[in-house]
């Protein structure tokens, strides 16, 4: 633990008032629940869950050459982005290795707001604000200029209804538009990271707690319910969603982890880490690494990142994250395991939990796909 001071979102004193389990994350002073970390999770799948996300890193690329800039810094074909639009991408290091997996927004056709994990808004501001050299381009580090609420769960739509006169029905899933909620500035976006419809509402810092306490008055008669960071892992985890830190690192390229549909060769130019995830994709086509699997425990044993995956007696691969999971009712986990043992349904495959060879079926993700 560092010396450093935590830092504190606007509605800081709005989680203490709600009696929040305060937790460090990423240099952050985030609430990991309120009450019941189950609840809040049924809360999201079944009603709305509420979120303050204003630890992540919000980056600004404006000028003529923005989308050349974020197509040579990035892996994603980003100059192609329509207006209003969001495309999932990564930023990966010249060895290939991911740096950050992002969302990029383009809010105009010279502006872009990039969006980093917390844990790695400083690298991504300093790796983007290094390849911008030669481009008509401007990096701004705008993430005090921002807080970040999401609004999540199948009654997401009709709460923020009631508070915007934007055309919600309009908007797609990785689409935003500029709106008013509740009379707050907001750029609505049609994103979210629980594998439920909802929405993420970037805003003034200023403006944070009317907005929190607008939705939540405007979702009590539908159980809207304040979320903590804790169900927003098991929430991702069920919906099969990389976290950066367990599923992606700098040890693996986007073709490791299974997801080199994110890096577009047939983009203009050249762009930071092309040579090397060539290689890495001609080496995944001939020799496929470990794959990025869901396994579903036969018993109550919750495997946790980093415990080996096992079959045979030997260790075919390891765990990168894992709890009980909610909806399922039996602990789940993702995990790399070799190309050997990751066909759905695959026998004999179980997980070293403290010496115990615990069994464990191996399945497709995600483990939980909302009715659309």
Not at 30 to 45: N, T
Not at 342 to 369: C, M, N, Q, S, W
């Amino acid at each position: 633990m560092s010396s450093t001071a935590l830092r504190h979102t606007a509605l800081d004193a709005l989680h203490r008032s709600l009696g929040a389990t305060m937790t460090d994350f990423a240099g952050w002073d985030m609430p990991l629940r309120y009450g019941s970390e189950r609840d809040e999770h049924v809360a999201v799948r079944t009603r709305a869950g509420l979120f303050d996300l204003s630890h992540m890193g919000e980056i600004t690329v404006t000028g003529p050459d923005a989308g050349a800039l974020l197509n040579f810094a990035l892996v994603g074909n980003i100059a192609a982005v329509g207006v209003g639009r969001a495309r999932y991408t990564m930023i990966c290091a010249e060895n290939g290795g991911i740096l950050d997996d992002l969302i990029v927004y383009r809010l105009a056709d010279a502006e872009f707001m990039v969006v980093a994990n917390a844990s790695n808004a400083q690298v991504v501001l300093d790796a983007l604000t290094a390849r911008a050299a030669g481009f008509d381009a401007e990096v701004r580090d705008d993430r005090d200029a921002y807080a970040l609420l999401a609004v999540q769960g199948p009654e997401s739509p009709g709460i923020l209804k009631s508070l915007t006169d934007a055309d919600l029905d309009g908007l797609k899933y990785y689409a935003g538009l500029p709106g008013t909620v509740a009379g707050v500035p907001a750029l609505i976006a049609r994103t979210g990271y629980t594998g439920e419809d909802g929405f993420e509402l970037f805003v003034k810092p200023e403006h944070a707690v009317a907005l929190w306490t607008a939705l939540t008055e405007a979702g009590a008669g539908v159980g809207i319910t304040p979320c903590g960071l804790s169900c927003r892992d098991t929430l991702r985890l069920e919906a099969g969603m990389p976290l950066y830190g367990h599923e992606l690192t700098t040890d693996l390229t986007p073709f490791d982890a299974g997801l080199g549909r994110v890096v577009k060769f047939e983009k203009e130019g050249d762009f930071v880490g092309r040579t090397a995830l060539e290689a890495a994709a001609a080496r995944s086509a001939e020799n496929p690494p470990r794959v990025l699997v869901g396994l579903i425990a036969e018993g109550r044993r919750v495997p946790r990142a980093g415990f080996a995956v096992v079959a045979g007696g030997e260790t075919v691969g390891e765990v990168t994250s894992g709890a009980p999971s909610p909806t399922l009712g039996k602990p789940i986990a993702i995990a790399y395991v070799d190309a050997a043992h990751a066909a759905p349904g695959t026998a004999g495959v179980g997980v070293d939990i403290r010496g115990t060879h615990e069994p464990y079926e191996v399945v497709a993700l995600p483990f939980y796909k909302r009715q659309k």
